[in-house]
């Protein structure tokens, strides 16, 4: 039964660590797939604001190369006979088109590269102008007519956060400077390449921060969600706990019925084929000691003896036949006040022999409700006898009766007995509604059994709290049926 009930318990429990096990994997899933969504809206963004970006500066550049070539170039040639930028009045008079051209618009600077050779030529930022060799390749590709952007990012996202230095980012557009001619025949003549920086940092910040906040909402969401799930998880590992616990209990409990059950029709059985010579053996030993009474004085004792023997058998085997076939309950409605105060008068000969003093604490206000009046006396006689035997030197046995109610909110009459005898040690407790278990040098050990089995007949519990040398409180807890 023990392999069954482990087995059972690893059952049950296999398909609770799968859907924990699928839970758990669901989770991280859950929160790769977020952080992944959040990684590709931000990058969505990026890619359309540099789309933007890029497609802006194109429209200033191809403004900007119309512009100088219409009121700097044509105007220079014309005036000068050729274009020289070392000239003081050519340079202002190029700067002054750059900058009427590119005013109020996001433009941080504008560079000239030569067409004969990778220099720059002009450039709003004067310590650049001369250097050699720093076109790379977007201004070869803008030299064969292609139009080129890039990206200059320096620094990282995390730069947003308040103790990281910030980053920046420049959007490079490379067009080529083409000679305008009103012959459309007439193939575009490259005359340098224009270069236009946009400094986007705070665009890119912002994207920076709005992917920031993306990913620390999913991870607030994410350890939420992981809180409530480890929260049901433990909640459902408690309740699984608790009926494995409680299927243990059950067949530990099915397993002793099977038991007492198969006993019970062997102890039915033999206490029947006792009872009739019992009754014989003490009728023919009542019979016995009249005549010895007359035939020989001074020994009718002897029959007695056998009278009183056989009498404590009869007792006995009438405990084994309660015990083997329990009475259903009579249920009548009963004063259970009454029913104690039968008891209490019953056992007063032995209270007084014994030197226990009694105490009743008995609610007037209780009413009467259903139960077996005859079932619950002797229930109730049988503890009150074993509380006077635990008190061989005397003590103190109180029995209080009160109404309650349970945590499901059922009403219940609730009985106590209490005796400051000797007490029960931790490790009887929970054997004393054993059947056959008894610490008595006579006795069944189905007293207390029969008790149990009385209580449950009427759907009640027993409960009972002891500590060695200090007393026992049994208390039976009986539903309060009115109907």
Known sequence: MGQAVDGGELGARKPFQLVKFFSFTSLAVFLVFTLALSWLISNHAKRVLLERSEAYALVVTE?????????????????????????????????????????????????????????????????QIGRRDVGGEEYRRALAG??????????????????????????????????YTPLDDKPDIVMGVIAVNQDLSEEMEEIARFQLWV???????????????????????EIMEKRAEERRRLEEQLHQNEKLAALGKMVASVSHEIKNPLGIIRSTAAILGKRLQSLAPGNEHLAEIIVQETSRLDGIVREFLDFAR?????????????????????VTPELEKSGVELRLELDPALPAFIFDREQIYRALLNILLNAVQAMPEGGKLGVRSRRGTKEDGEKVVILEITDTGVGIPADRRGRIFTPFYTDKHRGTGLGLAIVKNIIAG???????????GRGTTFRIILPLLAT
């Open 63 to 127: 403004n900007l190369s119309h512009q100088v070539f219409q009121q700097f170039v044509v105007p220079t040639v014309l005036q000068y006979g050729k274009i020289a930028l070392r000239t003081p009045e050519q340079y202002q008079l190029l700067d002054a088109v750059v900058r009427s051209a590119t005013h109020g618009m996001r433009i941080q600077s504008v560079t000239i590269f030569d067409s004969r050779e990778n220099i720059i030529s002009y450039s709003t930022i004067t310590e």
């Open 458 to 468: 009427h759907r009640g519990e027993i409960e009972v709290a002891s500590e060695s």
């Open 146 to 179: 292609e139009n080129v952007s890039r990206l200059l990012t320096e620094g990282a996202m995390w730069g947003v956060l308040p103790w990281v230095a910030p980053g920046s980012s420049t959007l490079q557009t490379y067009i080529p400077f083409i000679q």
């Open 326 to 346: 329990p009475q259903t309950p009579k249920l009548s409605r009963e004063p259970l006040n009454e029913v104690v105060g039968q008891a209490a008068a019953f």
């Open 215 to 237: 990913g620390l909402i999913s991870m607030l969401i994410m350890s939420a969600l992981f809180v409530v799930l480890r929260v049901i998880v433990a909640r459902a590992e």
